[in-house]
């Protein structure tokens, strides 16, 4: 079946540097969303891919594509105490189940 | 604008008996779905309500059921509770609009523990 698999699993960081999630899909995706869960809470959505090769940025964050639409990635610029937590990729090949990976989680030391 | 609402938040049962989790979606919002998360897991996907019929299902046993009601509120059921369904639940809606139902809003879960 469809998997979405995500490395690393987890990243310890100091405060400052950069950091990067990479997801691959085994199938062709319509789209994939990142989801953000922070300890103890619950995943809270931060934005959907759509296109070939597309790239979406949001402040320090910055959310890749690839050409193929099978792989994906996440890069924070000069992360921030705020950015702990775990950061998901989920999938849809066209139907209805959204499926999401194992996730990478991020620690970010002061 | 309230957003996903799930009850109860933490919940003990024993192996074999029966569990009803609730969801109240945000508004405006007419899909449901619903995920398991174990520690440390991404969620699964357990299935999806959409005008009260489950459209697509994960790869859970028919200990799963589930329901959606008109005012597109969903229960999640489990019976013969396992040790292995200790879990967070999820539930996420969404709105199934041209670009279909993707951008899932979560609720905060419903803790299982099964002893």
């Known amino acids: 079946g469809q998997q979405v698999m995500q490395i690393p699993q987890y990243q310890h960081v100091q405060e400052g540097e950069d950091f990067t999630t990479y997801c691959n899909s085994s199938?062709?995706?319509?789209?994939i969303q990142w989801y953000k869960q922070r300890p103890g809470g619950h995943p809270v959505f931060l934005i959907q891919l759509v296109k070939s090769g597309e790239v979406k940025k949001q402040k320090r964050l910055t959310f890749q594509f690839g050409e193929a639409k099978k792989n994906s990635s996440l890069h924070i610029t000069a992360t921030q105490t705020t950015d702990v937590g775990t950061y998901f990729c989920a999938g849809n090949t066209g139907g209805f189940k959204t499926i999401f990976g194992a996730g990478t989680r991020l620690f970010v030391k002061a | 604008d309230a957003g996903v609402t799930q009850s109860p938040t933490h919940l003990i049962k024993t192996r074999g008996q029966q569990v009803t989790l609730r969801c109240s979606p945000k508004s405006g919002h007419d899909t449901v779905s619903w995920y398991q998360q174990a520690l440390g897991q991404g969620p699964q996907f357990i299935f999806q309500?959409?005008?009260?019929?489950?459209?697509q299902r994960g790869n859970f046993p028919d200990r799963f059921s589930g329901h959606q009601f008109p005012n597109y509120s969903s229960e999640l059921n489990v019976n013969a509770l396992l040790l292995g369904d200790s879990a967070l639940y999820l539930c996420?809606?969404?709105?199934?609009?041209?670009?279909?139902?993707?951008?899932?809003?979560f609720g905060a879960g419903s803790r299982l523990t099964v002893l």
């Open positions: 309500y959409y005008e009260e019929e489950e459209r």
């Open positions: 199938t062709t995706l319509s789209n």
């Open positions: 996420a809606s969404s709105y199934t609009g041209v670009y279909g139902a993707n951008v899932l809003t």
